[in-house]
C-alpha cells in the first residue's frame, strides 16, 4: 500500500484545494524554495496518520493547523489521502476487497476533529489501528527521522533498536494489543474474585439460613389455614344459631305485636266509639236543649230569610231583563244609525268621485292656458325686440327660421327616402319567407295542437285544485303557528315548572282513595285558591295567614279520614274541612273605630284584601278573618292595643302585633313575597292552558288539511308535469326553422310598421316646413308692413290668452273648495262609523255580560226556591225529631257503659303483654347484634352464608361436628402462639430474593469466565501473529543481509 495523492484544503498555508499526485510507489522526495510548503505536505500526512505530538508538525493546537488560525474566513482545515491498496498481501485488516483507500481528516476552529475512511466516519483507534496493521505508527519517536536524528539512532541500545525493529515488522501493534488484553483479564479476575466472596462469604450461609427458616414457616402456614378453616367453620356454626335464635324471636315478637296492635286497635275503636257516643249524647242533649230553648223559632225565623232571599233573586232577575231589554234596543237604533251614515258616505263617495273628474279636467286645462299664456308672451317679448317667433314662442331673426325650416326638409326627404329602402327590402323579404314558411307548417301545427291539449289539462288539472279547497298558504301560516305556539308552550311550561319547584309545598298530589271518587271534594291549597287584589300586602296576608296557606281545603272530614288512609300522600298535610272549621269576622264597631283612630285609608281588614270563591267564605274566614293589614308599625301599633279592639294587626313590611303583648317582625327572606310569586304563577299557568288551546286548535286544523293534502299533492305534481312539458314544447316550437321564420316575419312586419310610421311623420314634417317657408318667405319681403300687424296680433293674443287663464285659475279654486269640503264630509262620516262600530261592539259586550249575569240569577233564584223548600222540610222534620232524641239518648248511654267495660278487660291484657314484649325484644336485640357484629367482623359470611350446613361443603356440620371443631381450635391456638415466636415471616420473600441474587451472581461468574477465556484465545492468537511477523522480517533481513555481503 502506498500514497497515490494528496489532497490539502484550507491546512496550513495551503488556503485554496490543492491536489499533489505522481507520487512513486518505493521512493519520493519534496524539492522546493524557501517557504514553498514543502514541509506543510510532510505535517498534512502526519496529521492524516494520527501524530499526538504535534510539535511534530511545528503547531501547539489543532486550531493552529487552519490556515491563518481561521482568521482570513477560513474556519477549517481538511488532508485526504488516497492509497494504492492493490497489493492484497500488504492490505490492512479488513479492507482487503478495497483496491483504493481514502482517508480523510478534518479539523474545525473550535477544537472539532473528525476521521473519514472512503467516506465513512470512523474514530481515532480504528484510524491508529488501519495504519498499525501496515507498520505505520506516526507516534513511534523513530518513525520520523529528521534532521539530527541520525547519529542517535547510530548510538542506539539493543532494547530501543529491538524496539524500532518491532516498529518496523509491525509487530508493536501485536504487542500494544496484548498488553491491553492482558489489563482486561486482570480487571475480569478481580470481579471474579469479588463474586467468589460474596457467594462464599453472603449468598451461601444466608440460604442454608432461610431453607430452615422456611420450613418452620410452611409448618406454621399448614396450621394457620387449618385453624382459618375451623374458625369458619366454628364461627359459621355459631352465626346459623344466632340466625335462628333471631328468627324464632322475631316470629313470637310478631305474633305478640300483632295481638298487641289488635286488641290496641280494638281498645283505640272503643275510645272512638265512647267518645262519639258521648258526643252523640252530648249533641243530642244539646240539641234537644236548643230545640226545646228556641229552635223551633229559628227555623221559622230563617224560613222567612230564605223566602226573602227568594224574592230578591227575581226582583234582580227581572232588573236584569229590563237592562238587556234597554241595550237591545240601543243595538237596534245604532244600528240604524250605522246603515244611515253607510248609506250617507256612499253617496258622498259617489260625489266626490265625480266631482274629482270635473276637478282633473279643469286642472288640466289650467295648466294649458297657464302654457299658452307663457308662449303668447315670450312671442310679444319677441315682436318687441325686432325678432320674430314660432308658434312655440321660440325667438328668433326670419331668416333663421326660414333656414331651420329649411333644414328640416331636407332631413325629412332624407329620412322618407331612407324609410322607403327599407320598406321596400322587408316587404321582399317577408314575401320570400312566407313562400318559405308553406315548407314546414305541417310539424309545427302538430306541436302547436299539442301544446293547446297540455294547456287544457293544465287549466283542468288547475280547476280540480280549486275545488279542493285547499290552501296551501294557509297550511305554511298554520305550521309556523304551530311552532311559534310550541316554542311558547314549551317555554311557558318551563317557567311554571321552575315556579312550582320553588314551593313543593303548595302542590298537593293524591291518588283516588276509592273507586269514582269525587275529585270536586278536594280543592286544593288554600295559598292558589285565594287572589290578592293589591300586591303592595302580599307581605303581610302573608304573615297573617301563616301556616294555614299550606292547609287543603275539602268538603266534609270524612273525605279527609280517606285521604289520609288511601291517598298515598308524599307529606304531612294538614287538611280544612268546610264542614267543620269556623273562624271569627271582625265586628262592624271594630272596623269603624280602627277606622276613626289611624284613617280609613291606613287601615284595612286583612278579608277584603283578597278575592276568593264564595263557596270558601268559612277557610278564607277561618284564615284571614280576625285581623286586619296597617300602611306602616305606628298605625299597626294603635289599633292592635286599642281596648275595643285588641286584634292582631300586620304592617305592609310584615310586622306583627299581637293584643298579648308579643311582637313579630325583622328581617324576612331575600325572596320576593310567596303570595306574589304564586299569582304570577297562576297567571303563567292559566297562560300556559290559553296556549295549549290554541295549540290543539292549530293542531285539529292542521289535521283537517292532511286529509286533502295528499290528493293536492298529486294534482300540483301532475300540474308541474304537464307545466314542464308545455314549457318543452313552447322551447322546441321556439326553436324549430318554422318557429324561428314566425318569430323573423314578426320581426319585419314590426320593421314595416314602423318605416310606414316614420314614412308618414316624414311626409307630414316635409309638408309643414315647405309651408313654414312660404310664410316666412312672404314675411321677409313685407317685414315693415307685417311688423306692426304681428305687434297687435301678438298684444291681442295676450289678452285673450290671460284672460283664459284666469277664468279657468278661478274654476279650479272654486272646485278646489268642493272636493275639500266632500273629503271633509266623508273623513267625518267615517269617524262616526267607527264611533257607532265601537259603541256596537260595547252594547253587543255588555249584552254578553248581562246574559252570563241572568243565568247566573236564575241558578241563585234555583237555589234560593230550593233553599226555601229545603227549610220548610226541616221545620216539619223537627218536631219528630225532639220525640226520638230523648229516646236515642238512653240507648246511647247504655251502650257506652258496655264498651267501658269491654275496655278495662282489654287495658290489663295489655299490660301482661307489654311486659313479654320487653322480654322478646331484649332477646331478640341481643340475637340481631351478634349476627350483625359477626357480619360487621367475618365479611366472608356474607359471601358464604349460602353454603352454610349444606352437605358436601366445607360447613357441612353433620360431618365436621363443630364442637368439636372448638376443642381443636383451642389446642393449634397454643401451637401456633409457640411457633409465631420463632418463626420468620419474611422468609419465604428472603429467600426468593436471596436465591435470586445468588443466581445471578453464578451468571455474571459465568460471563466473565467466558471473557476471560476469550482473551487468553486472542492473546495466544496476538503472540501467534507476532511471531510470524519477526519471522517473515527476519527472513527479509537475512536475505539484505546476504545480498550486501555478496556485493561486499
Known sequence: MYVKSITLDGFKSYAQRTEVTGFDPLFNAITGLNGSGKSNILDSICFVLGISNLSQVRATNLQELVYKNGQAGITKASVSIVFDNSDKKQSPMGYEQYDELTVTRQVVVGGRNKYLINGSNANNTRVQDLFRSVQLNVNNPHFLIMQGRITKVLNMKPLEILSMIEEAAGTRLYESKKEMA??????????????????????????????????????????????EHLNRLYIAYQFVCAEETKQKSIEEFKEMQNLIESLKARLNEIDVNIEDLSQVIEELEKKKAEEEAGVLGELETKLKEKQKDDAYADSALDSKKETLKSEQNKE???????????????????????????????????????????????????????????????????????????????????????????????????????????????????????????????????????????????????????????????????????????YPNLQFT?????????????????????????????????????????????????????????????????????????????????????ENLVGKKNVHTSLSLVDYDKELERAIVHAFGSSFVCDDDSSAKKVTYDPKIMKKSVSLKGDMFDPAGTLTGGSRSQGSSLLLNLSQLIEAEECLAQKKHELNQVELEINELQKTTKQYETLKQRCELQVQEAQHLEVRMAQSSHGVQLDEIRTLQTTIDEQEEVSKTAKDTSKKAKDKVKDLEYKIKNAKSLREEELKEAESQLQQTKKKADKSSKDKKSKQQDVDSLRMEIDELNKDLASCSDQMQSVHEAMAGFDTQINQLKEAQALTKVAVKEAQNELAKLKEQLKACSKEINAKESEQHKLANEKNEIELRLQDLDHQVTKHKKETKEAANTVENMLKNYEWIVDERQYFGQSNTAYDFKANDPKEAGRRIQ??????????????????????????????????????????????????????KKNEALKTASTKVNKVHVKFAMEM
Open 510 to 594: 293524591y291518588q283516588d282513595p276509592e273507586n269514582n271518587f269525587n275529585r270536586k271534594k278536594v280543592h286544593g291549597v288554600l295559598a292558589k285558591l285565594i287572589k290578592i287584589k293589591d300586591v303592595s300586602t302580599a307581605t303581610a296576608l302573608e304573615v297573617v295567614a301563616g301556616g294555614k296557606l299550606y292547609n287543603v281545603i275539602i268538603d266534609t272530614e270524612q273525605t279527609g279520614k280517606k285521604l289520609l288512609k288511601d291517598g298515598q300522600l308524599q307529606r304531612r298535610v294538614t287538611f280544612s274541612p268546610l264542614n267543620k272549621i269556623a273562624g271569627q269576622r271582625l265586628t262592624p264597631e271594630m272596623i269603624n273605630t280602627a
Open 182 to 227: 492482558q489489563k482486561t483479564i486482570e480487571k475480569k479476575e478481580a470481579k471474579l474474585n469479588e463474586i467468589d466472596t460474596i457467594l462464599r462469604e453472603e449468598i451461601t450461609p444466608t440460604l442454608a439460613k432461610l431453607k430452615n427458616e422456611r420450613s418452620s414457616y410452611l409448618e406454621y402456614q399448614k396450621i394457620l389455614r387449618e385453624l
Open 971 to 1024: 389446642k393449634l391456638r397454643d401451637t401456633k402462639d409457640k411457633l409465631s415466636k420463632n418463626v420468620n415471616m419474611r422468609a419465604m420473600n428472603m429467600l426468593g430474593k436471596a436465591e435470586e441474587q445468588y443466581n445471578d451472581l453464578m451468571k455474571k461468574k459465568k460471563i466473565v469466565l467466558n471473557d476471560k477465556a476469550k482473551i487468553a484465545a486472542v492473546i495466544a492468537e496476538l503472540d501467534e
Open 332 to 502: 237596534k237604533v245604532l244600528q240604524k244609525q250605522h246603515a244611515s251614515d253607510e248609506a250617507t258616505l256612499k253617496s258622498k263617495q259617489k260625489d266626490l268621485g265625480e266631482i274629482s273628474g270635473t276637478f282633473e279636467k279643469l286642472e288640466s286645462d289650467c295648466q294649458d292656458d297657464a302654457k299658452a299664456l307663457e308662449v303668447a308672451q315670450r312671442h310679444l317679448h319677441a315682436v318687441s325686440a325686432g325678432l320674430s317667433s314660432n308658434k312655440d314662442g321660440e325667438e328668433a331673426s326670419l331668416n333663421d327660421q326660414l333656414l331651420a325650416a329649411k333644414n328640416d326638409i331636407s332631413k325629412a326627404e332624407t329620412e322618407k327616402k331612407q324609410s322607403e329602402i327599407r320598406l321596400t327590402h322587408a316587404r321582399e323579404e317577408i314575401t320570400k319567407k312566407k313562400s318559405d314558411l308553406k315548407k314546414t307548417e305541417l310539424g309545427y301545427k302538430k306541436d302547436q295542437q299539442a301544446h293547446q291539449t297540455i294547456k287544457a289539462n293544465i287549466d283542468k288539472i288547475q280547476a280540480d285544485m280549486k275545488k279542493l279547497g285547499f290552501d296551501e298558504a294557509r297550511r305554511q301560516v298554520l305550521h309556523d303557528k304551530q311552532k311559534k305556539l310550541k316554542q311558547e308552550v314549551d317555554s311557558l311550561q318551563n317557567k311554571v315548572e321552575t315556579m312550582q319547584a320553588r
